[in-house]
């Protein structure tokens, strides 16, 4: 049932590692992002796709890799994981992006501490 | 550039009262887009309301009611007769609406507290 789903929900791993969170929307949307929430709540844009191709693709280290493997999912990678990863990162969906500005529905969250 | 601004930080009420939540955006584009989303304690965004800059009507939803000035780059929200339900993060956004890579900047959030 869920509409934007993310897992996992909590990710702890050590400085230097890779690693994956994953994406998916049922709700037959074309758009999909990922957002940063840092700890004073701070909400950024990082990537946004349509249809699988890259739109938006904001200042972020390139340790960071979206993958679109269809227009419901949108992984994130991270590599060589840093103490300043830690954030929650927020995937959602909109039936289009940009033009129209479509509401935009979020997942649940992952909560990466990078220890 | 774009820019939200939640000027108000925190706020604590007590249950039953009424609170506005304020937001003043700037942008350049004629057309583009306001939104408010909720985070409650438990984490996620709960989207709330959207509105185009040709539509300044006010808009009202149960409890909650929005009223949004162009004059005064302003689109303010307000809950009546607060429930401690409502403590929650409460975030303004705006987005321009004619190109692809319009994205959705965010106001950095006001945290409502509804004392019992």
């Known amino acids: 049932d869920t509409a934007v789903s993310q897992t996992p929900k909590y990710l702890v791993t050590q400085m230097g590692n890779d690693k994956s969170i994953k994406c998916e929307q049922n709700?037959?949307?074309?758009?999909m992002y990922w957002y940063k929430q840092d700890s004073k709540k701070f909400l950024k844009i990082m990537f946004s796709?349509?249809?699988?191709?890259?739109?938006i693709n904001e200042t972020v280290p390139n340790r960071f890799s979206p993958k679109s493997p269809d227009k419901a999912h949108l992984n994130l990678h991270i590599n060589s994981l840093e103490l300043g990863d830690s954030a929650v990162y927020f995937c959602a969906s909109s039936q289009e992006g940009g033009v129209l500005a479509d509401t935009q529905y979020f997942g649940p969250g992952t909560r990466l501490t990078v220890l | 550039a774009q820019k939200v601004t939640q000027a108000q930080t925190e706020i604590s009420v007590v249950e039953k009262e009424d609170v506005t939540l304020d937001c003043v955006y700037e942008?350049?584009?004629?057309?583009?887009?306001l939104f408010w989303y909720k985070q409650p304690p438990s984490g996620e965004l709960v989207f709330l309301i959207r509105r185009n800059s040709f539509d300044e009507q006010n808009e009202i939803s149960g409890r909650y009611s929005w009223n949004f000035q162009k004059s005064t780059s302003s689109f303010n929200f307000t809950i009546t007769a607060s429930q401690v339900v409502d403590s929650a993060v409460y975030f303004c956004?705006?987005?321009?609406?004619?190109?692809?890579?319009?994205?959705?900047?965010f106001g950095k959030g006001t945290r409502l507290h509804i004392l019992p």
């Open positions: 796709y349509n249809n699988k191709e890259l739109i």
């Open positions: 956004a705006l987005s321009g609406g004619v190109n692809r890579d319009d994205k959705i900047i």
């Open positions: 709700l037959g949307h074309d758009t």
């Open positions: 942008t350049r584009d004629t057309t583009y887009y």
